[in-house]
């Protein structure tokens, strides 16, 4: 689901300048529910009763690990539970351009600030892969119970994600003769780095 509002404007001011502003707020919500297979065990921690990795999920983690065997279909639950994000974008842009002579002059800069919510919990009902490096066979690792390898995150991962971005630019297309036009411009990035509140 996604959800904008924008409040564009365009003012013209005496003596050729204009000024452009741009105020606008984007909301992205989106939200991954596997959907449920027939006899799946979502509330049973199976893990624990296997003795096959250790488990100590939220009741998201509950559930069938992936198996993977080389040359079989993956059976077993997601590698994933529901995941769920939130963002929105805040931005506003303001530009100014200006006739003066033989020089159209445009000015201006943004202000872009975005905040992610998210729920990650990858592998919190883990995985197991036997791809035949113990016996030279997936299936004769998976019958002797030796799996290449295993993987399984206890975690509890919300994030609170924020970065802001500031640009600024100015450009002057400059007619020096009726032929010929020089374009030039400067423009100055900063993102800052994301961090996690």
């Known amino acids: 689901m996604i959800k904008n509002l924008s409040f564009p404007g365009?003012?013209?001011?005496?003596g050729g300048l204009i000024s452009i502003f741009l105020a606008e707020v984007n909301s992205r919500v989106r939200l991954d529910v596997e959907l449920a297979i027939a006899g799946r065990a979502e509330k049973v921690e199976v893990q624990a009763q296997a003795q096959i990795l250790a488990s100590e999920?939220?009741?998201?983690?509950?559930?069938?690990?992936a198996i993977t065997v080389t040359g079989l279909s993956t059976v077993g639950d997601a590698t994933a539970p529901p995941l769920s994000q939130h963002s929105n974008t805040w931005q506003i842009i303001d530009g100014i351009e200006m006739v003066r002579g033989?020089?159209?002059?445009?000015?201006?800069?943004e202000i872009r600030d975005t905040r992610l919510n998210a729920i990650l919990d990858y592998y919190t009902r883990g995985s197991l892969s036997f791809l035949g490096a113990i016996s030279g066979s997936g299936i004769s690792d998976l019958l002797l119970g030796f799996p290449t390898f295993g993987l399984?995150?206890?975690?509890?991962?919300?994030?609170?994600?924020?970065?802001?971005a500031?640009?600024?630019?100015?450009?002057?297309?400059?007619?020096i003769a009726?032929?010929?036009?020089?374009?030039l411009g400067l423009r100055y990035e900063y993102n800052t780095p994301p961090v996690d509140h």
Do not use: M
Not at 57 to 65: C, I, M, N, Q, T
């Open 10 to 14: 365009r003012c013209g001011f005496l």
């Open 57 to 65: 999920s939220s009741e998201l983690g509950l559930g069938y690990p």
């Open 102 to 109: 033989s020089h159209g002059i445009k000015i201006g800069g």
């Open 152 to 164: 399984q995150s206890q975690s509890d991962n919300p994030q609170a994600l924020r970065t802001t």
């Open 166 to 175: 500031y640009s600024a630019y100015v450009q002057d297309d400059w007619k």
């Open 178 to 183: 009726r032929r010929l036009t020089l374009n």
